[in-house]
């Protein structure tokens, strides 16, 4: 199946149009055909290959929605024409204990991540930003129809992988949830907490952020600094910075069982003393995205509450700049590329 999108071809390279192959649609996949992709900060660590080495050329994207344009015989789940979401992944082995436990992003044979990874079918993974996906319907979703389309995009990676920590720790109406970072997944992080109905406090570098972080939900709004200052008050802390801190001071800040979720991945590890955790039987825990059932959960959630991202739509040659406005914190709050004007222009110009 022909597909075109927009790859970096190495690390260090701008984005260009690529012509690729998919599978062609089995009799469980789904094909859908995008319209917005939206920009998560992964999609930057990767192409830069702060995690490890990747593969180029690189087309990201793994928060993604559009409509169904195909079915195999044996779909069940999406007919024609529905609006479909691909988060992470879109594959694992279904066998595994986390596999048959809902956890499958935890597989223990490791999830098959939407773009920059081998298939289980041995194929390299493209993702969002693009024309179309086939996915199996398994590991698609389908988005609420109350929802602003190319604003669910970023649910598909930022809400799940805030809503997921927020409901797997029990975070309801006693609790006291500080958000580190307003970006992309922290301002999902504060609607989400706020709609559970905790006392959400946000953290940030960003003075020019606070009224957007009371406006979402937030009930206090803090320089970094100022975490000194908290001791012993949360009950969780959800760390959604991308790039390295200290953590002293927001360990200091949890109750007793308290736990700091680390959910951003600055390429270096942190240092934690040992002493800050036992004084208070404290935990620093991870939080990887959600699972697909958790996914669909979260969308019904977001459904039922009109959350949705804040975000500023652009086309695909703009994703040079996007980045790197992203890198410098600027960004209200996600950017999401519009492929489908992008998608119709080049139809029509193929005519
Ligand atoms: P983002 O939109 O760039 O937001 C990150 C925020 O962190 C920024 O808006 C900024 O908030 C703060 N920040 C950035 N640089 C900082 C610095 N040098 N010092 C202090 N604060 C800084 O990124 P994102 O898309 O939300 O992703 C955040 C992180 O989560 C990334 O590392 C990403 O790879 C990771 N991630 C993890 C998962 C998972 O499953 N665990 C899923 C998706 C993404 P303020 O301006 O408010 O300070
Ligand atoms: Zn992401
Ligand atoms: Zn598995």
Redesign the pocket.
Request: proline residues 3%; contains cysteine; glycine residues 16%.
């Given at each position: 199946m022909k597909a075109r999108g927009f790859a970096a071809l190495k690390p260090s390279g701008t984005f260009q149009l690529f012509d690729f192959q998919r599978r062609s649609v089995g009799p469980n996949d789904v094909l859908i055909e995008i319209d917005y992709a939206g920009i998560?900060?992964?999609d930057i660590?990767q192409i830069r290959q702060e995690w490890g080495p990747a593969r180029f050329p690189m087309v990201p994207g793994h928060e993604i929605v559009g409509h169904v344009i195909e079915i195999g015989e044996k779909v069940r789940k999406f007919n024609k024409g529905d609006r479909a979401g691909v988060g992470?992944y879109i594959n694992s082995c279904m066998k595994c204990t986390p596999c048959l436990s809902g956890m499958s992003q935890y597989c223990d044979e490791g999830m098959i991540e939407t773009y920059n990874s081998i298939d289980r079918d041995g194929s390299f993974t493209y993702g969002g930003y693009s024309n179309n996906y086939v996915i199996d319907e398994m590991f698609a979703v389908k988005i609420p129809e109350n929802l602003d389309f190319k604003a669910v995009a970023p649910l598909l990676?930022?809400g799940i992988?805030l809503y997921s920590p927020l409901k797997h720790w029990k975070i309801g109406k006693d609790s006291k949830v500080a958000v580190l970072?307003?970006?992309?997944?922290?301002h999902m992080g504060v609607k989400i907490a706020a709609a559970l109905g905790a006392e959400v406090t946000?953290f940030?570098?960003?003075e020019d952020?606070r009224s957007d972080a009371l406006s979402m939900g937030a009930r206090h709004f803090f320089n970094?600094g100022e975490v000194k200052n908290k001791k012993r008050n949360f009950d969780l802390i959800l760390n959604?910075?991308?790039?390295n801190?200290d953590l002293t001071d927001l360990i200091h800040s949890l109750k007793v069982e308290g736990s700091l979720v680390s959910?951003?991945?600055?390429p270096e590890p942190y240092q934690i003393h040992p002493g800050l955790l036992i004084g208070g039987r404290k935990s620093v825990s991870?939080?990887?995205?959600g699972s697909v059932e958790e996914l669909q959960e979260m969308l019904n959630f977001c459904s039922n509450n009109m959350i949705v991202s804040e975000i500023e739509l652009i086309e695909p040659n703009y994703i040079d700049q996007a980045y790197a406005r992203?890198?410098a914190?600027d960004?209200r709050?996600?950017f999401v590329i519009d492929i489908k004007s992008w998608r119709e222009e080049w139809s029509e110009s193929a005519l």
């Open positions: 998560c900060h992964s660590h992470v990676c930022a992988t970072g307003l970006g992309g997944l922290g946000v940030s570098h960003s952020k970094y959604t910075v991308s790039a801190l959910i951003g991945i600055p991870g939080s990887m995205i992203t890198i914190s960004v709050y996600r």
